[in-house]
């Protein structure tokens, strides 16, 4: 079969040239070599975060991430406030629970946006509440949820807000400061486009001042030693090399072409989908769609978890599936990564023939025409 596509919201597909730095011979963190390497994507970071404020590499997954983020500010015991609208909403609830935090679940219908209205009703029941945990993107649902408006109204209170970004910090606009998040996280095997293994974290001023008193236990994520140690010019711990190497690659990258026209490359892969998605009359999922990751409703009577095996294992495509309640009746494309327009075009091939092969009814002369017609007629710039 013809060559593999990865389409996954996470992992992504790599760069040839982060493949490359990924293989170069192994140095020791602490050189004058890496020092400089280390500075650069700190630095170069906060362009991302658009910040002015330190942004920290964890050698940690994503979930790490989000760990420190939260242990960071936290009090035990005190009133945390989970917007739930998938699977890692879900989590980071129950990592607050697990910290000691009285937590309060707002669970959202998967697919759709928290409400503001209710945002604010959750807060006039519970004025104390201290944090407030939400995902710029639910990659489960490839849902975004409102995040400006949620953070206007949140800084008008003493509770902070903390933002999972990692499928949306690097592929769509997500400012930090302007928007006053008070503590982002992102991931490198998402919209960072590398290997899995490392998480960017950052605070706001009104988090900073928490987290000189905040309570809950922490070694590993202590970010006051980090801060430290960063300022030394080093990581608290080892450093993680070779993703570091590969991620100044990928920022310096993101920065000459500017965050405008990276983000609307990846939009435009959305679009794409979207559009063609329609000529195969596989509906959205989401009603606040993610240019990061679209979902795509299945036909009824298509068995979603086979027709995603056999999508991957006849025509070697990898996309996800629906977890949970939506396990067989969704697929999840990623748009995050290093992705060509020829893997765009043989993606809504092949899976227009695996649903040829479920008997559904699908014209792919059309669909071809179609796909070569929209990818000619968009713009290819901002290509990482
Ligand atoms: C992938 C992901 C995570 C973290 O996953 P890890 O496997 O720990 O990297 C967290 N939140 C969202 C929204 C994600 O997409």
Same mark, same amino acid.
């Given at each position: 079969?013809?060559?593999?596509?990865?389409?996954? #919201?996470?992992?992504?597909?790599?760069?040839?040239?982060?493949?490359?730095?990924?293989?170069?011979?192994? +140095?020791?963190?602490?050189?004058?070599?890496?020092?400089?390497?280390?500075?650069?994507?700190?630095?170069?970071?906060?362009?991302?975060? /658009?910040?002015?404020?330190?942004?920290?590499?964890?050698?940690?997954? $994503? !979930?790490?991430?989000?760990?420190?983020?939260?242990?960071?500010?936290?009090?035990?015991?005190?009133?945390?406030?989970?917007?739930?609208?998938?699977?890692?909403?879900?989590?980071?609830?129950?990592?607050?629970?697990?910290?000691?935090?009285?937590?309060?679940?707002? /669970?959202?219908?998967?697919?759709? #946006?928290?409400?503001?209205?209710?945002?604010?009703?959750?807060?006039?029941?519970?004025?104390?509440?201290?944090?407030?945990?939400?995902?710029?993107?639910?990659?489960?649902? =490839?849902?975004?949820?409102? +995040?400006?408006?949620?953070?206007?109204?949140?800084? /008008?209170?003493?509770?902070?807000?903390?933002?999972?970004?990692?499928?949306?910090? $690097? =592929?769509?606009?997500? #400012?930090?400061?302007?928007?006053?998040?008070?503590?982002?996280?992102?991931?490198?095997?998402?919209?960072?486009?590398?290997?899995?293994?490392?998480?960017?974290?950052?605070?706001?001023?009104?988090?900073?001042?928490?987290?000189?008193?905040?309570?809950?236990?922490?070694?590993?994520? &202590?970010?006051?030693?980090?801060?430290?140690?960063?300022?030394?010019?080093?990581?608290?711990?080892?450093?993680?090399? #070779?993703?570091?190497?590969?991620?100044?690659?990928?920022?310096?990258?993101?920065? !000459?072409?500017?965050?405008?026209?990276?983000?609307?490359?990846?939009?435009?892969? =959305?679009?794409?989908?979207?559009?063609?998605?329609?000529?195969?009359?596989?509906?959205?999922?989401?009603?606040?769609?993610?240019?990061?990751?679209?979902?795509?409703?299945?036909? !009824?009577?298509?068995?979603?978890? /086979?027709?995603?095996?056999?999508?991957?294992?006849?025509?070697?495509?990898?996309?996800?599936?629906?977890?949970?309640?939506?396990?067989?009746?969704?697929?999840?494309?990623? %748009?995050?990564? @290093?992705?060509?327009?020829?893997?765009?075009?043989?993606?809504?091939?092949?899976?227009?023939?695996?649903?040829?092969? @479920?008997?559904?009814?699908?014209?792919? &002369?059309?669909?071809?025409?179609?796909?070569?017609?929209?990818?000619? %007629? !968009?713009?290819?710039? $901002?290509?990482?």
């Amino acid at each position: 079969m013809s060559n593999s596509i990865l389409l996954a #919201p996470g992992p992504v597909q790599l760069h040839p040239e982060v493949q490359k730095i990924l293989s170069l011979p192994m +140095i020791h963190h602490r050189t004058p070599e890496f020092d400089l390497i280390l500075k650069s994507a700190l630095t170069n970071l906060k362009f991302v975060f /658009q910040t002015e404020q330190p942004v920290f590499m964890l050698s940690s997954t $994503g !979930s790490g991430g989000m760990e420190c983020l939260l242990v960071n500010v936290l009090n035990p015991s005190e009133k945390v406030l989970a917007i739930i609208n998938g699977k890692f909403g879900e989590r980071w609830a129950d990592m607050a629970a697990d910290h000691g935090a009285e937590v309060i679940r707002h /669970q959202v219908e998967w697919g759709k #946006p928290v409400a503001m209205t209710d945002l604010k009703k959750i807060f006039k029941d519970h004025p104390d509440i201290k944090i407030v945990l939400a995902q710029a993107c639910e990659t489960s649902t =490839a849902t975004v949820n409102p +995040i400006q408006e949620m953070a206007a109204f949140i800084a /008008q209170t003493e509770a902070l807000f903390l933002v999972d970004g990692i499928t949306a910090l $690097g =592929a769509y606009h997500l #400012p930090m400061d302007a928007w006053k998040i008070d503590g982002l996280v992102g991931g490198s095997q998402k919209a960072f486009m590398l290997p899995t293994g490392m998480s960017f974290v950052s605070f706001s001023e009104k988090a900073w001042k928490k987290i000189k008193t905040a309570q809950a236990k922490k070694f590993y994520f &202590n970010i006051q030693n980090e801060l430290a140690a960063n300022q030394r010019g080093e990581t608290l711990f080892s450093s993680n090399v #070779p993703l570091i190497r590969a991620l100044d690659y990928v920022l310096k990258r993101i920065k !000459s072409h500017g965050l405008e026209a990276h983000f609307k490359h990846i939009a435009r892969r =959305a679009n794409y989908t979207r559009s063609m998605a329609q000529s195969m009359k596989l509906e959205l999922f989401s009603e606040a769609p993610s240019s990061s990751v679209t979902a795509l409703k299945l036909p !009824s009577q298509i068995e979603g978890v /086979q027709f995603r095996n056999d999508l991957e294992k006849n025509y070697s495509v990898t996309v996800m599936g629906g977890q949970d309640q939506l396990k067989g009746k969704i697929i999840r494309l990623g %748009h995050m990564g @290093y992705i060509t327009d020829q893997d765009l075009h043989q993606t809504s091939m092949r899976l227009s023939r695996c649903l040829s092969d @479920y008997k559904f009814s699908i014209n792919l &002369n059309e669909i071809e025409s179609k796909s070569k017609t929209l990818l000619e %007629h !968009s713009t290819q710039e $901002g290509q990482i």
